[in-house]
């Protein structure tokens, strides 16, 4: 069993993550290479960041031979990773961002729209890409700090690391890269979905909703 798993480990998963990433980034550099440009960036620009940051605490004594941070210098390099790394915070900052955006304007479209006079929603569009952006951010930063501290580590082969935990951190890099480039290719592919699906207006879905959004508004007044 344990052999099975490790070759699991070892072989299928990097396998699998390859593909999804492959198959993200096909989807997007048909039309939004640039999507893709963006989030290798982000990636690159903290593992250079994190890469420079632990040379320099490494010289200073901010990190010891064991991979430790020491005195008042490292204990705040710790801290400020553990803030970069913290996505569940980043995820409930940008949920909160986007809810105060959201969830009020359609409350309001609701109500308004009991008295036959709402109106539309705005800044849906932008919420929603700003709250995708915001993720992507967060893992790829995040992969390019974990992929530094693994080869860092390893490189100066420090005290008590092993290989297979440098590997893990490798896989988890790998990880978030997949989870960034995912979630790009399918923002992408809902954004051209979306305009063909306001085409069948044999749906029942679309037919229904339409439907709703003409009783919340048959009282407005038409614009001169």
Request: hydrophobic letters at 55%; a positive charge; proline letters at 3%.
């Amino acid at each position: 069993m344990n052999i099975t798993f490790v070759t699991f480990f070892v072989l299928a998963l990097p396998l699998m993550l390859s593909i999804v990433i492959w198959h993200s980034m096909s989807i997007l550099n048909r039309k939004h290479g640039s999507d893709i440009r963006v989030a290798w960036y982000l990636f690159s620009l903290s593992f250079v960041i994190t890469f420079v940051v632990a040379f320099w605490a490494r010289q200073n004594g901010a990190i010891n031979p064991q991979g430790t941070f020491v005195g008042n210098v490292g204990r705040l390099l710790e801290e400020l990773l553990h803030v970069m790394l913290d996505l569940n915070t980043d995820a409930s900052i940008l949920l909160s961002i986007v809810a105060i955006i959201v969830i009020p304007q359609l409350l309001n479209y609701i109500l308004s729209g009991l008295s036959g006079c709402a109106s539309n929603p705005i800044l849906i569009k932008e919420s929603f890409k700003f709250l995708i952006w915001g993720f992507v951010k967060s893992v790829m930063v995040c992969a390019g700090i974990i992929f530094a501290v693994a080869v860092f580590g390893a490189w100066h082969a420090w005290t008590g690391w092993r290989w297979s935990g440098v590997v893990a951190l490798l896989y988890t890099s790998a990880t978030l890269s997949m989870l960034g480039f995912a979630m790009l290719s399918w923002y992408r592919d809902i954004g051209t979905t979306a305009p063909n699906l306001q085409k069948l207006k044999s749906n029942f879905l679309v037919r229904w909703l339409s439907s709703i959004h003409r009783c919340f508004t048959k009282n407005n007044q038409p614009v001169p």
